[in-house]
């Protein structure tokens, strides 16, 4: 493969030019003890309290001045929120829209082609339904169809050529996303360096921006860290096409979650047109937390679900605004995605049902079995796809030539769904074809085959169906093409369900398909509440959410039993992301019973990273050494303790640090007094004792939003070490293993 052009470095391309993007309102603080803080650098945590003031004193300018046209300001400041949530919700729509019927008529093209349109897909085809027009159900005309081949070999041969070009293509266009992150963790940091060649620097790793369903790192953004290019343009296209031909060549992923990330990059966009957003991390994520909402609400036409999916699995910071502002964007979304009808049926829900008929409470007993085995669905491909991720992907031919990883996937998928009728189609047209109420729809091949007495080689299919799927998605998973992981576990809930159907009489098998596919997901994705409500917007069966909701739970408890984390929590881990989650993190640490001293730096560390401000100005060497030092442990959110008698007087980060000595202020430097560096010196950093319970720093981070922590001792309150977030999440990660 090409070597990397872009290395990986701690210098952010961004301080070339703060020199002029500093904003009044950071300028404001740089006379106050929060200090002055420049745009955060690539693999940053952002600072939370201090976004908090730095926008608190944008509020106080904008309003403290008179006259109509600064009122007219104020209220279109106020405005702008719910101005950039429509607006995301359309283009995200709109974006939508493209995706699905290009991706309708690229899957169709492995089986055959509509001869009066090679650009219409076989539904159009077949029947007067089409996009962007109001639906007339004018009945079954497939004389425009043709398929490549009526010979069964002739036609496989055809479908799987078409699979593994259209997965090379997706791959290969995913590989022009390549990035080079620094290092995201205390590595090498604590070590002596002692190499005779020279500093070597941290070396970082590379990170493909469109692979996978962007999710973990969508989580990793909202929780505080940056990510550089990850919400970029070119990356939304390449997201958005690349889902496109990954999805066609029918493999088990999905296109609901490159449409989160697909959201949430439109997010981006949008609020880079407002500086309000644009100069403010903290302000910029409740947007982005707002336009995930709507990526869901697409993916499945259902608005609320959307909301509460941001809300219970996405989100780390959700306060009430963000709530309605998310509330506005899903419901903008799904109405311009109604609009535009890409399914042509004129309706938001995708999976329309009406089984017409009830449960009874002797039914609770199978609801309870869909949910145990859904649990263990759930549990054992979270452990086989994280083995998997560890092991087979490590090897240096499927590690260093990713495309290669997907032809071989593709490969096998085809050779084990394409003799199965029932997972031939694409993913979201099996959960549609097992959630049929065979007294409404006669024709359909499922119904066929549940005529007349048990069909063993149906059955057969179905259960043939679930084991391939939870083999497939465990090794699909994790390829390097966006896809997501909600359509395919639907898949293998809705053929298990419908295979336990079987057994069960006076009752449509439709109805534990579609409970069975709730269970399933559950199991992967850990979800509840926001996964209750996707599954009845996108059936529009109210009358049973009391089922939904016991497979659900049942399949969290038996999941949570074999492994805590979820799909994305695992994925993180794969990924290397530095993520905190406040639930888990509590719960380990309470597990050690640990104090803050456990996470205090070695001596050497200590001493690398703290100045003494006793005599006044500070040597211009000492802190370009110190400045080396950092760079040499290639952190990025570390910086330098300022210290008098011992006592801390101030944190000095060392973005602002690096950009200071770039000034050229002279061979003595002021951190404290009038000028040089004390306009960007933190003298209001936040404590904690050395012997405060660990629950403390977990708390105070993961609900602060705090960059670092000082530590001091008991009853002296001497500085002894700091804190920096990463260090928290590493050792928060061993404990773990």
Same mark, same amino acid.
């Given at each position: 493969?090409?070597?990397?052009?872009?290395?990986?470095?701690?210098?952010?391309?961004?301080?070339?030019?703060?020199?002029?993007?500093?904003?009044?309102?950071?300028?404001?603080?740089?006379?106050?003890?929060?200090?002055?803080?420049?745009?955060?650098?690539?693999?940053?945590?952002?600072?939370?309290?201090?976004?908090?003031?730095?926008?608190?004193?944008?509020?106080?300018?904008?309003?403290?001045?008179?006259?109509?046209?600064?009122?007219?300001?104020?209220?279109?400041?106020?405005?702008?929120?719910?101005?950039?949530?429509?607006?995301?919700?359309?283009?995200?729509?709109?974006?939508?829209?493209?995706?699905?019927?290009?991706?309708?008529?690229? %899957?169709?093209?492995?089986?055959?082609?509509?001869?009066?349109?090679?650009?219409?897909?076989?539904?159009?085809?077949?029947?007067?339904?089409?996009?962007?027009?109001?639906?007339?159900?004018?009945?079954?005309?497939?004389?425009?169809?043709?398929?490549?081949?009526?010979?069964?070999?002739?036609?496989?041969?055809?479908?799987?050529?078409?699979?593994?070009?259209?997965?090379?293509?997706?791959?290969?266009?995913?590989?022009?996303?390549?990035?080079?992150?620094?290092?995201?963790?205390?590595?090498?940091?604590?070590?002596?360096?002692?190499?005779?060649?020279?500093?070597?620097?941290?070396?970082?790793?590379?990170?493909? /921006?469109?692979?996978?369903?962007?999710?973990?790192?969508?989580?990793?953004?909202?929780?505080?860290?940056?990510?550089?290019?990850?919400?970029?343009?070119?990356?939304?296209?390449?997201?958005?096409?690349?889902?496109?031909?990954?999805?066609?060549?029918? /493999?088990?992923?999905?296109?609901?979650?490159?449409?989160?990330?697909?959201?949430?990059?439109?997010?981006?966009?949008?609020?880079?047109?407002?500086?309000?957003?644009?100069?403010?991390?903290?302000?910029?994520?409740?947007?982005?937390?707002?336009?995930?909402?709507?990526?869901?609400?697409?993916?499945?036409?259902?608005?609320?679900?959307?909301?509460?999916?941001?809300?219970?699995?996405?989100?780390?910071?959700?306060?009430?605004?963000?709530?309605?502002?998310?509330?506005?964007?899903?419901?903008?979304?799904?109405?311009?995605?109604?609009?535009?009808?890409?399914?042509?049926?004129?309706?938001?829900?995708?999976?329309?049902?009406?089984?017409?008929?009830?449960?009874?409470?002797?039914?609770?007993?199978?609801?309870?079995?869909?949910?145990?085995?859904?649990?263990?669905?759930?549990?054992?491909?979270?452990?086989?796809?994280?083995?998997? %991720?560890?092991?087979?992907?490590?090897?240096?031919?499927?590690?260093?030539?990713?495309?290669?990883?997907?032809?071989?996937?593709?490969?096998?998928?085809?050779?084990?769904?394409?003799?199965?009728?029932?997972?031939?189609?694409?993913?979201?047209?099996?959960?549609?074809?097992? @959630?049929?109420?065979?007294?409404?729809?006669?024709?359909?091949?499922?119904?066929?085959?549940?005529?007349?007495?048990?069909?063993?080689?149906?059955?057969?299919?179905?259960?043939?169906?679930?084991?391939?799927?939870?083999?497939?998605?465990?090794?699909?998973?994790?390829?390097?093409?966006?896809?997501?992981?909600?359509?395919?576990?639907?898949?293998?809930?809705?053929?298990?369900?419908?295979?336990?159907?079987?057994?069960?009489?006076?009752?449509?098998?439709?109805?534990?398909?579609?409970?069975?596919?709730?269970?399933?997901?559950?199991?992967?994705?850990?979800?509840?509440?926001?996964?209750?409500?996707? /599954?009845?917007?996108?059936?529009?069966?109210?009358?049973?959410?009391?089922?939904? /909701?016991?497979?659900?739970?049942?399949?969290?408890?038996?999941?949570?039993?074999?492994?805590?984390?979820?799909?994305?929590?695992?994925?993180?881990?794969?990924?290397?992301?530095?993520?905190?989650?406040?639930?888990?993190?509590?719960?380990?640490?309470?597990?050690?019973?640990? @104090?803050?001293?456990?996470?205090?730096?070695?001596?050497?560390?200590?001493?690398?990273?703290?100045?003494?401000?006793?005599?006044?100005?500070?040597?211009?060497?000492?802190?370009?050494?110190?400045?080396?030092?950092?760079?040499?442990?290639?952190?990025?959110?570390?910086?330098?303790?300022?210290?008098?008698?011992?006592?801390?007087?101030?944190?000095?980060?060392?973005?602002?640090?690096?950009?200071?000595?770039?000034?050229?202020?002279?061979?003595?430097?002021?951190?404290?007094?009038?000028?040089?560096?004390?306009?960007?010196?933190?003298?209001?950093?936040?404590?904690? %004792?050395?012997?405060?319970?660990?629950?403390?720093?977990?708390?105070?981070?993961?609900?602060?939003?705090?960059?670092?922590?000082?530590?001091?001792?008991?009853?002296?309150?001497?500085?002894?070490?700091?804190?920096?977030?990463?260090?928290?999440?590493?050792?928060?990660?061993?404990?773990?293993?």
């Amino acid at each position: 493969m090409l070597p990397d052009v872009e290395q990986a470095t701690e210098r952010a391309p961004l301080l070339r030019s703060t020199a002029v993007d500093r904003r009044k309102e950071e300028q404001a603080l740089a006379d106050t003890p929060v200090g002055e803080r420049l745009p955060y650098n690539d693999y940053t945590t952002i600072d939370w309290l201090h976004d908090l003031v730095k926008d608190s004193f944008r509020y106080r300018t904008l309003r403290s001045k008179r006259g109509i046209k600064n009122r007219a300001l104020a209220i279109f400041d106020a405005s702008q929120g719910w101005i950039a949530a429509a607006l995301i919700g359309l283009i995200t729509a709109g974006v939508a829209f493209l995706v699905d019927v290009t991706e309708a008529t690229v %899957s169709d093209w492995k089986l055959g082609y509509c001869s009066g349109s090679v650009f219409s897909n076989r539904d159009t085809c077949c029947t007067s339904r089409a996009p962007l027009m109001p639906r007339d159900d004018a009945g079954e005309n497939c004389e425009k169809w043709t398929e490549w081949s009526s010979d069964y070999w002739g036609a496989f041969g055809i479908y799987l050529g078409f699979a593994l070009a259209f997965g090379t293509f997706s791959s290969g266009i995913t590989m022009l996303t390549k990035r080079s992150l620094p290092a995201a963790a205390p590595g090498q940091g604590d070590k002596p360096h002692e190499s005779k060649g020279g500093d070597q620097g941290v070396v970082g790793k590379s990170m493909y /921006m469109a692979a996978g369903s962007g999710i973990p790192e969508i989580k990793t953004v909202l929780s505080g860290f940056v990510i550089p290019h990850f919400l970029d343009f070119k990356v939304l296209v390449v997201k958005a096409v690349g889902a496109v031909f990954a999805v066609a060549t029918g /493999m088990c992923l999905g296109k609901e979650g490159p449409f989160v990330h697909i959201s949430t990059c439109v997010g981006w966009l949008v609020g880079n047109q407002f500086p309000k957003y644009r100069e403010n991390g903290r302000k910029m994520r409740e947007l982005l937390s707002a336009a995930c909402s709507s990526g869901l609400s697409v993916a499945f036409g259902a608005p609320i679900g959307g909301v509460l999916f941001s809300y219970e699995e996405i989100s780390t910071y959700f306060p009430r605004p963000v709530l309605w502002r998310a509330f506005l964007c899903s419901l903008i979304a799904a109405m311009t995605l109604k609009a535009l009808n890409p399914t042509g049926t004129g309706k938001l829900v995708l999976f329309e049902t009406k089984y017409g008929t009830s449960y009874d409470a002797v039914h609770y007993l199978v609801f309870v079995l869909l949910g145990i085995v859904g649990g263990l669905f759930g549990g054992t491909f979270c452990r086989a796809n994280y083995t998997w %991720s560890k092991s087979f992907r490590k090897f240096a031919i499927i590690k260093d030539h990713p495309v290669f990883e997907v032809f071989l996937v593709v490969l096998v998928t085809t050779l084990l769904q394409y003799p199965n009728p029932l997972t031939r189609e694409p993913g979201d047209v099996i959960i549609k074809n097992l @959630l049929v109420d065979c007294r409404h729809s006669k024709d359909a091949w499922v119904c066929q085959m549940e005529e007349g007495d048990r069909n063993w080689g149906y059955i057969g299919w179905l259960a043939y169906g679930t084991v391939v799927k939870l083999v497939l998605t465990t090794i699909t998973f994790g390829c390097k093409v966006p896809s997501g992981i909600i359509i395919p576990a639907l898949d293998a809930g809705s053929l298990f369900g419908r295979l336990i159907g079987q057994w069960i009489p006076s009752i449509s098998p439709g109805i534990f398909a579609m409970v069975g596919a709730a269970a399933f997901l559950a199991g992967v994705s850990r979800m509840t509440i926001s996964l209750c409500v996707i /599954m009845f917007e996108l059936t529009g069966e109210l009358e049973y959410i009391v089922p939904h /909701m016991i497979a659900i739970l049942v399949a969290k408890w038996v999941a949570d039993a074999m492994s805590e984390e979820g799909v994305y929590d695992l994925a993180q881990s794969v990924l290397g992301h530095p993520f905190l989650d406040l639930d888990h993190a509590v719960r380990l640490a309470r597990e050690d019973s640990a @104090l803050a001293e456990a996470l205090i730096p070695p001596e050497q560390t200590m001493r690398e990273i703290t100045v003494d401000v006793s005599h006044g100005p500070v040597p211009r060497r000492l802190l370009e050494e110190k400045l080396e030092q950092l760079k040499r442990r290639g952190l990025l959110d570390a910086g330098l303790v300022l210290v008098k008698d011992g006592m801390l007087q101030g944190y000095l980060a060392e973005g602002e640090l690096e950009f200071g000595l770039e000034l050229g202020l002279g061979e003595e430097i002021e951190l404290l007094g009038e000028g040089g560096l004390s306009s960007f010196v933190d003298r209001t950093p936040l404590t904690i %004792s050395a012997n405060a319970p660990m629950e403390y720093v977990v708390e105070m981070f993961g609900k602060l939003g705090l960059r670092h922590l000082c530590v001091t001792e008991e009853g002296t309150s001497r500085l002894v070490g700091v804190i920096i977030k990463k260090r928290l999440v590493m050792w928060l990660e061993g404990l773990k293993k």
